[in-house]
């Protein structure tokens, strides 16, 4: 507990649970909506604020602005219809979706993807994972004032986006995985193109350590906001590197291992004190760790042989009565789909499970409480959230 | 607070002359390779099948009509319009088009205030990313289609030349399916049809694992399934969409999948037929080929009274007659005249009209009649040494062989002709050749050219499998005759078959000849009609009968399809039966009401 | 996994078990059975992380699946237990007090699928739809397509061709 929160402990009166009581016509509190237009807002999505002065007494997260309904159209699509659907659900990360949807058929339809689509699945996601991580990087330095920083990251993020562009035909949905494999394997050269990328970001990642990491600023905001304490894991359902910053080491890709992950060699980092600098400083070792994934997949993956396995008709694609849940680690935790099949050439339910669905909602309504409004931006991005996959 | 952290940040000074990163003309930056921009779409590779618009997920594409594309069998004339305010770029429509017609251009930029211009026909509507060479196509490798056909097991050639039985084995059930999963249910074969039957609509009926429910749908347009999918000439094959970019489905054997996995005793209760509305009227039919069959059956089933007149002793015209039966099982050809013979259609064998019985008897005692007599006469290419007693028809030797008589088959043959009637002649005689003298010792020679060679495809390969020696490309001159006996065919080099207009006008090189030795020679360059029994009805230029589109003849009463109409196969005979049986339905309403 | 489920079955009504992967595994738990179910599971046999909590809409059976996707972090082994549920009376206990983001899985449900958690914070407060009042959306029996035609209107000017249709048209008309 602050300093500062202890003269408030009289004031405002507490609810039996331990919430803060508002009554809004003391006209001691004032309410303001942060987004669901707001720079600070990771998308569109608000924050319904009830405010002390300037401090945060309760919270509420607002979504349903961009509801498009996406897992009842799937069930309105064949198979290899969705794929383009999908993409969708988390703008800056569709890989991940494309991963889950494309895995969950192949597994209820016993299909085995070729050796390449795998790796070539496993570039894509690390990609993917940087590209967002970069994004990441420039918003939060943004959101306590520090733009510059996401120029660079933002320029950096384009290089990928270039590369994404080699492959797939895309920069944003990139809709290279498809059921069965991948739309296909790197054009040449491209090694010593992702390698000059891959230089030039670890170039810039100096440069955003120093301005950033290093930088009074950003440290005075950050350390010791927003602190996740290891025994809220569990209950709020957190993952990735808000949890991992938080001293529990989960990661999709060593617990649950998929793709080519058992073939390459990296740690799980964790830090203690999950704060917002702790977990910046997570991420951006994170980066790095992505970098040297990529060049570990680049110099492992084979260069030619089959990419997609053998696929009925996709027009009249029947897959027989199942369930299962396809997880991976997207940058801001466990990515799943839940989806089941009944035997008919339509999925009957498909469920997304989003990180942000816990971290932007049930965690974010407790942990902006006390926080300063100024701080509330720098929190939510700190939480990494994606609004888009909450209400899908 | 450390003064290491005040300080450092003032690095990026640093970055104050750095050179700018943005990219300095955007409008002029190039997408990717692969990238997925506009569509193009070649028109001429296009056919129009629709199957972008099936899989597009956004409903961005309308099949439209376009100009100077014109409808024709095998191309519906219509092109893709893609509405952008709609279309995701997800590629899939250029991933599953049947031609490969449809990409996509690395264009991307694009700007207009009118929000219209961004709905049109890539190809058709003239852009400036036409001819530009990037940007995403369907990467090799990747197939969303299945190209290769389900491999039909048939009898190895060592083997079935020695036999009459079935040669072609037919699927199983899961082949079929898999078969039939192949189809993009696009339609563009049922035009091509004679019968327009409503293939995809029988193959899906497959794929569901639903044959009673195809064999209701083959019924609606084809009363003789078990004769088609086995001997049908399949001309829907050759416009599949699925023949651009890989194989046909093989429309014909899944009809027979079918047909063959219902027993007879079963058609009744599925196509509800058993308790048919039965009308005043009598309709007699002349001849039980495929075009008496097929009226008789479609007018059967509108309750009309029929009987069939038939001069030869059992049903089946032609596909009895001619069709061997390593190719067509009797017994399967009997299966598809029981069927219509349950239906109440009274059949007389042995009656051969205009001999045993005339067309003016026939029209006292009934109120219309088919006739669909076919082509029965062999012609002779009226060379010298033809009137031989060794030269023979192929058509009657065919017939014969059927009906059981003991046919004549010497050591050496030569067999003229490059259709398929030659072929099954020859393929029939080589099967007995083996049985008599143990090998095959049989030329068959033709005027045209291997390349042009009127026989299917599969029937040439599978003759010379079976030992059979073609000579393709050379005219008959003269059969030797020495001692009054046949000693082989003298042949001179064809040099072209047709001439500019296309007209049939053989030109040859006197100076280039053969000579094939045989004992026997058998014509088989086609057939002629006999229709004498009917009297004054009008014919056409070309010496067939005239009828209109409902196949009545000069004789309101008279309608008349098959062969001796327009021919040249089974499906149009029987196209023609179904067509006559509605004409026939007409012109007895009509003069029902007056 | 197996042996956990042999455990399991000793003490509940476990039905219907599915082994899916070598770390997944489905099984039917009865309604009224569940929520002490998935607190054994949550505090003795260790699944603490909820994944997701959704359900499946089985109209034909006029029924609902419910599906609490549990984890256990330690085993790192997935348990799908399924609870089906009347669609007519679609109700269910909350577990609002096993995990603190239940609520907000609830509260979806019961917007989305019409299931009410009673007891659960704010269940019945708008979480993405605003002012609907269709049927609840997510139940088969909403027809996206029909809302969408009835609540917006096509672009003017679309058009198109069945080509078997067209084909026949311009072929063979008469036929
Ligand atoms: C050797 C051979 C192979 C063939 N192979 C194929 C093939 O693989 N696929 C294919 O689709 N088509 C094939 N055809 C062509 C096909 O058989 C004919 O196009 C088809 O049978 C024509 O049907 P139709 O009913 O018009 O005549 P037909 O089948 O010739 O039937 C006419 C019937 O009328 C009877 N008849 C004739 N005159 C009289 C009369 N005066 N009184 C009573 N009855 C009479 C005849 O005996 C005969 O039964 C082949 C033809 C031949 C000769
Ligand atoms: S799928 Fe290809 S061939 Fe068929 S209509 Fe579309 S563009 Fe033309
Ligand atoms: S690219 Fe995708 S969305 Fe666009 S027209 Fe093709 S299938 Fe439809
Ligand atoms: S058989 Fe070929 S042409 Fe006919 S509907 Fe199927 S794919 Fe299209």
């Given at each position: 507990m602050t300093e500062e929160s202890k003269y408030r402990d009289k004031f405002p009166a507490k609810n039996p649970d331990g919430t803060n009581k508002i009554d809004l016509d003391s006209h001691k509190f004032i309410k303001v909506w942060q987004g669901p237009n707001h720079p600070g807002i990771t998308g569109n999505m608000s924050l319904e604020l009830d405010l002390q002065g300037d401090e945060v007494m309760q919270c509420k997260t607002h979504v349903g602005y961009l509801h498009r309904g996406f897992e009842k159209l799937m069930e309105r699509r064949r198979f290899i219809q969705c794929f383009p659907i999908c993409v969708r659900i988390a703008v800056p990360e569709p890989d991940f979706n494309e991963y889950c949807l494309s895995a969950s058929f192949e597994e209820l339809a016993g299909i085995e993807i070729p050796e390449a689509a795998k790796w070539m699945r496993t570039l894509l996601l690390e990609m993917s994972r940087l590209q967002s991580f970069l994004m990441w990087m420039g918003g939060q330095a943004g959101s306590f004032g520090i733009g510059v920083v996401g120029q660079w990251t933002n320029y950096a993020r384009d290089l990928v986006l270039d590369r994404f562009e080699e492959i797939s035909g895309g920069r944003i949905y990139h809709m290279h995985m498809t059921p069965g494999g991948?739309?296909?394997?790197?054009?040449?050269?491209f090694e010593n193109r992702m390698e000059e990328t891959l230089q030039t970001i670890e170039e810039i990642m100096k440069d955003v350590k120093d301005t950033l990491f290093d930088n009074t600023i950003f440290k005075k905001r950050s350390i010791g906001l927003g602190v996740i304490k290891p025994e809220m894991v569990e209950p709020y359902g957190i993952t990735g590197p808000n949890a991992r910053a938080a001293g529990i080491p989960k990661d999709v890709r060593k617990d649950y291992p998929y793709l080519k992950y058992p073939e390459l060699d990296f740690d799980v980092l964790t830090a203690e004190n999950s704060d917002a600098y702790t977990r910046a400083e997570l991420r951006r070792q994170e980066i790095h760790m992505t970098i040297d994934l990529i060049r570990q997949i680049m110099a492992k993956m084979p260069q030619s042989g089959d990419y997609m396995a053998k696929v009925p008709n996709v027009l009249h694609w029947q897959i027989p009565r199942g369930e299962t849940y396809v997880r991976a680690e997207c940058t801001r935790g466990e990515y799943g789909y839940y989806t089941v099949t009944d035997g008919s050439g339509y999925p009957r339910r498909i469920n997304v499970r989003g990180p942000s669905y816990t971290h932007a909602v049930a965690l974010m309504e407790k942990m902006a409480i006390d926080v300063n409004i100024a701080d509330t931006a720098g929190l939510m991005v700190s939480l990494h959230t994606y609004p888009p996959e909450i209400e899908r | 607070m450390n003064l290491k952290d005040l300080f450092k940040p003032f690095t990026a000074w640093k970055n104050l002359l750095a050179e700018p990163v943005p990219i300095k003309k955007p409008l002029e930056r190039q997408g990717a390779p692969r990238y997925r921009g506009f569509h193009k779409n070649d028109l001429e590779k296009?056919?129009?099948?629709?199957t972008c618009e099936e899989i597009c997920q956004n409903a961005a594409i309308d099949m439209v009509p376009v100009e100077g594309e014109e409808t024709e069998e095998g191309d519906s004339g219509l092109r893709p319009r893609i509405d952008y305010g709609r279309c995701c770029w997800c590629a899939l429509c250029v991933d599953i088009c049947t031609t490969g017609s449809l990409t996509m251009s690395n264009q991307f930029q694009w700007i207009d205030s009118d929000p219209d211009v961004f709905r049109f026909v890539p190809g058709a509507d003239e852009k400036y990313w036409d001819d530009e060479e990037l940007g995403y196509k369907k990467p090799d490798n990747y197939e969303l289609n299945n190209l290769d056909r389900i491999e039909m097991e048939e009898m190895e050639p060592e083997k079935r030349n020695?036999?009459?039985?079935?040669i072609v084995k037919g699927f199983s059930k899961e082949q079929a399916i898999q078969e039939a999963d192949r189809?993009?249910?696009?339609?563009?074969c049922i035009a091509t049809c004679p019968a327009h039957m409503g293939i995809p609509s029988y193959i899906k009926a497959i794929r569901k694992g639903d044959v009673e429910e195809g064999l209701r749908i083959m019924y609606e347009t084809n009363p003789l399934p078990e004769v088609c999918g086995r001997v049908c000439t399949h001309k829907c094959e050759t416009v599949c969409a699925m023949q651009h970019r890989g194989e046909p489905i093989s429309i014909r054997w899944l009809k027979r999948y079918i047909a063959d996995q219902v027993s007879l005793d079963k058609y009744q209760e599925i196509m509800g037929t058993d308790n048919l509305e039965k009308r005043e009227e009598k309709v007699a039919i002349i001849g039980a080929g495929p075009a008496g069959l097929s009226a008789s059956y479609y007018l059967a089933m509108m309750g009309y009274n029929v009987k069939i007149f038939e001069a030869l002793e059992k049903p089946g015209g032609m596909t009895r007659y001619g069709i061997p039966e390593y190719r067509l099982p009797y017994e399967e050809l009997d299966k598809d005249v029981e069927y219509i013979k349950s239906l109440g259609v009274e059949f007389q064998f042995n009656t051969k009209v205009g001999e045993d019985i005339t067309l003016e008897e026939i029209h006292k005692d009934f109120d219309a009649v088919f006739a669909g007599t076919g082509l029965h006469l062999g012609r002779s290419t009226k060379i010298p040494g033809a009137e031989h007693e060794k030269c023979y028809q192929a058509v009657d030797l065919l017939r014969e062989f059927t009906q059981g008589k003991e046919i004549e088959v010497a050591e050496r043959i030569v067999v003229i002709g490059g259709g398929n009637v030659a072929m099954d002649i020859s393929r029939t005689l080589a099967r007995l050749q083996n049985k008599q003298y143990g090998q095959v010792q049989l030329v068959t020679t033709s005027l045209e050219s291997e390349d042009i060679m009127p026989a299917d495809e599969e029937e040439i390969i599978e003759s010379r499998e079976e030992g059979i020696t073609l000579k393709p490309g050379w005219g008959p001159k003269e059969i030797k005759v020495e001692d009054g006996k046949v000693k082989g065919l003298k042949v001179i080099k064809c040099?072209?078959?047709?001439d500019n207009e296309g007209r049939f006008n053989p030109k040859f090189d006197q100076s280039e000849n053969d000579f094939f030795a045989g004992d026997m020679v058998i014509e088989a360059i086609g057939q002629g009609m006999d229709i004498s029994y009917m009297e004054d009805v009008e014919l056409t230029e070309r010496h067939k009968v005239k009828v209109d589109e409902n196949y009545q003849s000069s004789k309101p009463w008279l309608f008349v399809g098959g062969d001796i109409v327009k021919g040249p196969d089974a499906i149009s005979a029987i196209a023609d039966g179904h067509k006559a049986a509605q004409g026939i339905d007409n012109y007895l309403s009509s003069k029902g009401e007056k | 996994m197996k042996d956990l489920i042999q455990k399991l079955k000793k003490r509940f009504d476990v039905?219907?078990?599915?082994?899916?992967?070598d770390n997944q595994t489905y099984l039917t738990i009865a309604k009224d059975q569940a929520v002490s179910f998935i607190t054994h599971l949550k505090d003795v046999e260790g699944f603490t992380h909820l994944v997701i909590l959704t359900a499946v809409d089985w109209i034909e059976d006029n029924e609902f699946q419910l599906t609490y996707m549990l984890n256990n972090p330690g085993k790192k082994v997935d348990l799908g237990v399924r609870v089906l549920i009347d669609r007519e009376e679609a109700e269910m206990e909350s577990i609002h007090h096993l995990w603190k983001t239940a609520a907000t899985y609830q509260r979806e449900l019961r917007e989305m699928f019409g299931i009410d958690f009673p007891g659960s914070p704010r269940v019945n407060e708008d979480f993405i739809l605003e002012g609907w009042d269709d049927i609840p959306p997510y139940r088969r029996d909403f027809d996206t397509k029909e809302y969408s035609e009835q609540t917006y209107y096509p672009r003017p000017g679309r058009k198109t061709h069945d080509p078997a249709e067209y084909m026949k048209k311009k072929l063979y008309p008469e036929e």
């Amino acid at each position: 507990m602050t300093e500062e929160s202890k003269y408030r402990d009289k004031f405002p009166a507490k609810n039996p649970d331990g919430t803060n009581k508002i009554d809004l016509d003391s006209h001691k509190f004032i309410k303001v909506w942060q987004g669901p237009n707001h720079p600070g807002i990771t998308g569109n999505m608000s924050l319904e604020l009830d405010l002390q002065g300037d401090e945060v007494m309760q919270c509420k997260t607002h979504v349903g602005y961009l509801h498009r309904g996406f897992e009842k159209l799937m069930e309105r699509r064949r198979f290899i219809q969705c794929f383009p659907i999908c993409v969708r659900i988390a703008v800056p990360e569709p890989d991940f979706n494309e991963y889950c949807l494309s895995a969950s058929f192949e597994e209820l339809a016993g299909i085995e993807i070729p050796e390449a689509a795998k790796w070539m699945r496993t570039l894509l996601l690390e990609m993917s994972r940087l590209q967002s991580f970069l994004m990441w990087m420039g918003g939060q330095a943004g959101s306590f004032g520090i733009g510059v920083v996401g120029q660079w990251t933002n320029y950096a993020r384009d290089l990928v986006l270039d590369r994404f562009e080699e492959i797939s035909g895309g920069r944003i949905y990139h809709m290279h995985m498809t059921p069965g494999g991948v739309r296909g394997l790197p054009p040449t050269g491209f090694e010593n193109r992702m390698e000059e990328t891959l230089q030039t970001i670890e170039e810039i990642m100096k440069d955003v350590k120093d301005t950033l990491f290093d930088n009074t600023i950003f440290k005075k905001r950050s350390i010791g906001l927003g602190v996740i304490k290891p025994e809220m894991v569990e209950p709020y359902g957190i993952t990735g590197p808000n949890a991992r910053a938080a001293g529990i080491p989960k990661d999709v890709r060593k617990d649950y291992p998929y793709l080519k992950y058992p073939e390459l060699d990296f740690d799980v980092l964790t830090a203690e004190n999950s704060d917002a600098y702790t977990r910046a400083e997570l991420r951006r070792q994170e980066i790095h760790m992505t970098i040297d994934l990529i060049r570990q997949i680049m110099a492992k993956m084979p260069q030619s042989g089959d990419y997609m396995a053998k696929v009925p008709n996709v027009l009249h694609w029947q897959i027989p009565r199942g369930e299962t849940y396809v997880r991976a680690e997207c940058t801001r935790g466990e990515y799943g789909y839940y989806t089941v099949t009944d035997g008919s050439g339509y999925p009957r339910r498909i469920n997304v499970r989003g990180p942000s669905y816990t971290h932007a909602v049930a965690l974010m309504e407790k942990m902006a409480i006390d926080v300063n409004i100024a701080d509330t931006a720098g929190l939510m991005v700190s939480l990494h959230t994606y609004p888009p996959e909450i209400e899908r | 607070m450390n003064l290491k952290d005040l300080f450092k940040p003032f690095t990026a000074w640093k970055n104050l002359l750095a050179e700018p990163v943005p990219i300095k003309k955007p409008l002029e930056r190039q997408g990717a390779p692969r990238y997925r921009g506009f569509h193009k779409n070649d028109l001429e590779k296009c056919i129009g099948c629709g199957t972008c618009e099936e899989i597009c997920q956004n409903a961005a594409i309308d099949m439209v009509p376009v100009e100077g594309e014109e409808t024709e069998e095998g191309d519906s004339g219509l092109r893709p319009r893609i509405d952008y305010g709609r279309c995701c770029w997800c590629a899939l429509c250029v991933d599953i088009c049947t031609t490969g017609s449809l990409t996509m251009s690395n264009q991307f930029q694009w700007i207009d205030s009118d929000p219209d211009v961004f709905r049109f026909v890539p190809g058709a509507d003239e852009k400036y990313w036409d001819d530009e060479e990037l940007g995403y196509k369907k990467p090799d490798n990747y197939e969303l289609n299945n190209l290769d056909r389900i491999e039909m097991e048939e009898m190895e050639p060592e083997k079935r030349n020695h036999t009459f039985l079935e040669i072609v084995k037919g699927f199983s059930k899961e082949q079929a399916i898999q078969e039939a999963d192949r189809c993009v249910e696009c339609g563009i074969c049922i035009a091509t049809c004679p019968a327009h039957m409503g293939i995809p609509s029988y193959i899906k009926a497959i794929r569901k694992g639903d044959v009673e429910e195809g064999l209701r749908i083959m019924y609606e347009t084809n009363p003789l399934p078990e004769v088609c999918g086995r001997v049908c000439t399949h001309k829907c094959e050759t416009v599949c969409a699925m023949q651009h970019r890989g194989e046909p489905i093989s429309i014909r054997w899944l009809k027979r999948y079918i047909a063959d996995q219902v027993s007879l005793d079963k058609y009744q209760e599925i196509m509800g037929t058993d308790n048919l509305e039965k009308r005043e009227e009598k309709v007699a039919i002349i001849g039980a080929g495929p075009a008496g069959l097929s009226a008789s059956y479609y007018l059967a089933m509108m309750g009309y009274n029929v009987k069939i007149f038939e001069a030869l002793e059992k049903p089946g015209g032609m596909t009895r007659y001619g069709i061997p039966e390593y190719r067509l099982p009797y017994e399967e050809l009997d299966k598809d005249v029981e069927y219509i013979k349950s239906l109440g259609v009274e059949f007389q064998f042995n009656t051969k009209v205009g001999e045993d019985i005339t067309l003016e008897e026939i029209h006292k005692d009934f109120d219309a009649v088919f006739a669909g007599t076919g082509l029965h006469l062999g012609r002779s290419t009226k060379i010298p040494g033809a009137e031989h007693e060794k030269c023979y028809q192929a058509v009657d030797l065919l017939r014969e062989f059927t009906q059981g008589k003991e046919i004549e088959v010497a050591e050496r043959i030569v067999v003229i002709g490059g259709g398929n009637v030659a072929m099954d002649i020859s393929r029939t005689l080589a099967r007995l050749q083996n049985k008599q003298y143990g090998q095959v010792q049989l030329v068959t020679t033709s005027l045209e050219s291997e390349d042009i060679m009127p026989a299917d495809e599969e029937e040439i390969i599978e003759s010379r499998e079976e030992g059979i020696t073609l000579k393709p490309g050379w005219g008959p001159k003269e059969i030797k005759v020495e001692d009054g006996k046949v000693k082989g065919l003298k042949v001179i080099k064809c040099l072209s078959v047709f001439d500019n207009e296309g007209r049939f006008n053989p030109k040859f090189d006197q100076s280039e000849n053969d000579f094939f030795a045989g004992d026997m020679v058998i014509e088989a360059i086609g057939q002629g009609m006999d229709i004498s029994y009917m009297e004054d009805v009008e014919l056409t230029e070309r010496h067939k009968v005239k009828v209109d589109e409902n196949y009545q003849s000069s004789k309101p009463w008279l309608f008349v399809g098959g062969d001796i109409v327009k021919g040249p196969d089974a499906i149009s005979a029987i196209a023609d039966g179904h067509k006559a049986a509605q004409g026939i339905d007409n012109y007895l309403s009509s003069k029902g009401e007056k | 996994m197996k042996d956990l489920i042999q455990k399991l079955k000793k003490r509940f009504d476990v039905n219907d078990v599915v082994y899916q992967k070598d770390n997944q595994t489905y099984l039917t738990i009865a309604k009224d059975q569940a929520v002490s179910f998935i607190t054994h599971l949550k505090d003795v046999e260790g699944f603490t992380h909820l994944v997701i909590l959704t359900a499946v809409d089985w109209i034909e059976d006029n029924e609902f699946q419910l599906t609490y996707m549990l984890n256990n972090p330690g085993k790192k082994v997935d348990l799908g237990v399924r609870v089906l549920i009347d669609r007519e009376e679609a109700e269910m206990e909350s577990i609002h007090h096993l995990w603190k983001t239940a609520a907000t899985y609830q509260r979806e449900l019961r917007e989305m699928f019409g299931i009410d958690f009673p007891g659960s914070p704010r269940v019945n407060e708008d979480f993405i739809l605003e002012g609907w009042d269709d049927i609840p959306p997510y139940r088969r029996d909403f027809d996206t397509k029909e809302y969408s035609e009835q609540t917006y209107y096509p672009r003017p000017g679309r058009k198109t061709h069945d080509p078997a249709e067209y084909m026949k048209k311009k072929l063979y008309p008469e036929e």
